[in-house]
């Protein structure tokens, strides 16, 4: 079983929709989840931060993690075109090496 | 608004030639680290750095692969020998406390193909 599984998509939407992106985990050791933007040929860009099971908000975009069922999701709402990108869920043990494990990624397309 | 920056964007190299990728962290980070992107895969770990060593690294980063920080401003990755499959990006990324909610700060990557 792979360590993080992540649907790679591709999810196509059009614009206003609500999108969900989400994660499955295996180990339990994670404790800190983070979701990153990536634009064609650039580097991952933090979106969110989370360390807790719950909610967590920013603008239109909500991060939600729950470690019973070690699963993790990204609310993205009313999505705009230029919402068009790759979704990488990464999670990390409580270490001092800092080491993240990232997911496959989902790529989404919002339509205009 | 501070960034990390990756020198070359691109490079090409022919078969057990050796590179060295180039990486400026951001100024007041103190971790280092290297992931790779293979095209069409996901993100891997390959080595984090703090305090002139190697913290942590992943089987990828076998014999073959160096890390340096040779001045105060930039951290290198060298490949000894590359390999066809070395061909992937290269990203390098900067946190300032390695611990906890910490951020890693990801630059622009570079590209590398071995032909």
């Known amino acids: 079983q792979k360590e993080v599984e992540q649907d790679p998509g591709p999810l196509s939407v059009p614009e206003g929709a609500i999108v969900s992106l989400n994660c499955t985990y295996s180990?339990?050791?994670?404790?800190?989840f983070m979701w990153y933007r990536q634009y064609s040929r650039k580097g991952p860009e933090l979106l969110m931060y989370t360390y807790s099971s719950g909610n967590k908000e920013d603008g239109r975009f909500t991060a939600q993690v729950d470690k019973s069922s070690k699963y993790i999701s990204l609310f993205i709402r009313d999505s705009q075109p230029s919402d068009s990108a790759t979704y990488l869920c990464?999670?990390?043990?409580?270490?001092?090496?800092?080491?993240?494990?990232f997911g496959q990624g989902t790529t989404l397309q919002v339509k205009p | 608004e501070p960034e990390v920056t990756q020198t070359p964007s691109h490079q090409v190299t022919q078969m057990g030639q050796e590179v060295i990728l180039r990486c400026v962290p951001i100024?007041?980070?103190?971790?280092f680290y290297w992931y790779r992107q293979i095209l069409g895969q996901k993100v891997e770990f390959l080595v984090s750095f703090y305090n002139n060593e190697i913290s942590e690294k992943s089987e990828i980063f076998d014999d073959q692969f160096s890390v340096e920080r040779p001045d105060g401003s930039n951290f290198t990755l060298k490949i000894r020998s590359t390999k066809l499959e070395d061909s992937a990006m290269y990203f390098c990324a900067s946190s300032d406390t390695g611990v906890g909610t910490d951020t890693q700060y990801f630059g622009p990557g570079t590209r590398l193909t071995v032909l």
């Open positions: 990464a999670m990390k043990k409580v270490s001092n090496t800092g080491k993240l494990i």
């Open positions: 100024s007041n980070h103190l971790y």
């Open positions: 180990n339990s050791a994670f404790q800190y």
